[in-house]
């Protein structure tokens, strides 16, 4: 049940998390509760009715949908501002971290959410469509509305301590990656079987063309499997994260029947413009090694930066290798590539271990780094680390001025390090 909706959950998620649905919903929930009024009225004490009338609450409506109309200019120029810095000093693939930031989303939503309250009912008002028999009601409505705004703004002041910093840039990232990571680990197949290079292929297949160009975004192996039918087989090339051109190759097809539907088997490949984080480690690893990557430019040079992101990746690996996959195959006439530990680690390390070769506090954070990921209980994970582990070291040979620099990063292994952690 729950992969049959996987990929409404996946679109939900993303929708979740677009500023225009968080807005629109909340404009047409003001919408909603201004004209409200027209039902509580009946419900509301003739006594208490003539208590306020339309000249106590208009002036209150003014001054909430002037300042209202403000704040929400303001908030919008403050997260314009916030992700541009961050995208200077991470990684503009942070950008599209930080659209999915739901504080800043609700807090502004309820700036223009409580402005269109206001704007729609001074227009009921001088529309005569509310009299003073309203006014009781709307003065109520509008103390909530108040209170809403007092805590939103409360949130917006506590959120803004930290959004656009490094650190909260580097959190980001790391909260992404360690959950596109253990999804990675739990359906390394997508649900499919593996496609490994011990997978023979019939000799007899069709390839199922890609009906755009773009990066994959997502794969719906079950819907694969369904128009594959009893005798077919899909064998997919490219997994999520993956560039392809309108026309080639999304997969090989065999013993499909001739009435398969071609194009509902294209539309289970989510094709999009740009790479997102859902099920693509690849990507969510890269935007952290960016981030390492830019503090070790000249004009930044900050190598502080770049330890924490490596060590950040090196807990990322490290909690994912305990990861076990699970073993059931939900489509068993798919058959899909799994991921390439060689690959994750490359992603993760490979720009740090070039850019960082000159500086052997980067280059030494980093190969103890990767060496203590041989430990891992995955052996493709600590094969890769320790291929890492030779090339960074190598660079820092090529790189470092010092013969004892060198011959400290020779000097550190595996056993070293498991010892010196120990100790400590």
């Known amino acids: 049940m729950l992969d049959v909706l996987r990929k409404p959950l996946l679109l939900f998620r993303r929708y979740y998390h677009a500023l225009w649905l968080r807005v629109t919903l909340y404009a047409l929930m003001s919408l909603a509760v201004s004209l409200i009024t027209l039902i509580l009225r009946r419900y509301i004490p ?84 509310y009299g003073d028999d309203e006014a009781v009601v709307v003065m109520a409505l509008t103390i909530v509305v108040v209170v809403v705004i007092i805590i939103a703004m409360l949130r917006w002041i506590e959120h803004l301590s930290q959004l656009g910093s490094l650190d ?30 011990e997978t023979i292929l019939p000799e007899a297949t069709s390839p199922l063309r890609a009906p755009k160009t773009g990066y994959i975004q997502f794969i719906d192996t079950r819907a694969l499997n369904s128009c594959a039918g009893d005798h077919g087989l899909v064998y997919i090339l490219h997994r999520p994260g993956a560039f392809v051109l309108e026309g080639t190759a999304l997969a090989q097809l065999s013993g499909m029947s001739p009435d398969s539907d071609l194009d509902a088997m294209a539309r289970a490949f989510v094709i999009g413009t740009t790479r997102t984080h859902e099920i693509d480690a690849e990507f969510s690893l890269s935007t952290l090694s960016e981030i390492s990557s ?6 930044v040079n900050d190598p502080g930066t770049a330890i924490d992101a490596v060590t950040r990746m090196t807990a990322l690996f490290w909690e994912a290798s305990h990861i076990a996959p699970t073993d059931t195959v939900r489509a068993p006439h798919v058959f899909c590539p799994p991921p390439s530990a060689s ?32 430990d891992a209980p995955d052996p493709e994970i600590a094969r890769a680390a320790q291929d890492m582990a030779e090339r960074a070291l190598a660079y820092a040979q090529n790189a470092l001025p010092l013969e004892s620099e060198k011959a400290e990063l020779e000097s550190i292994s595996a056993k070293s390090f498991s010892t010196s952690h120990s100790k400590a």
Not at 173 to 196: I, Q, Y
Not at 294 to 299: E, M, N, T
């Open 343 to 374: 690959a994750l680690i490359q992603a993760a390390f490979a720009a740090t271990a070039r850019d960082g070769a000159g500086q052997i506090e980067v280059t030494r954070t980093l190969r103890r780094c990767l060496l203590s990921l041989t």
């Open 294 to 299: 830019k503090a070790l430019s000249p004009g």
């Open 46 to 129: 003739e006594e208490l009715a003539q208590r306020i009338d339309t000249a106590a609450v208009m002036p209150v409506l003014t001054i909430l949908a002037s300042s209202m109309l403000a704040v929400s200019t303001f908030t919008l120029n403050v997260m314009v501002s916030a992700h541009t810095s961050a995208a200077n000093t991470a990684t503009p693939r942070i950008h599209r971290l930080l659209l999915q930031d739901t504080t800043t989303q609700s807090v502004l939503s309820a700036f223009i959410g409580a402005f269109i309250f206001a704007l729609s009912t001074i227009i009921l008002f001088r529309t005569q469509v």
């Open 168 to 197: 909260n840039s580097l959190n980001l990232a790391e909260t992404e990656a360690r959950r596109s990571m253990a999804a990675l680990r739990k359906d390394p197949a997508l649900g499919a079987n593996p496609l490994t290079p």
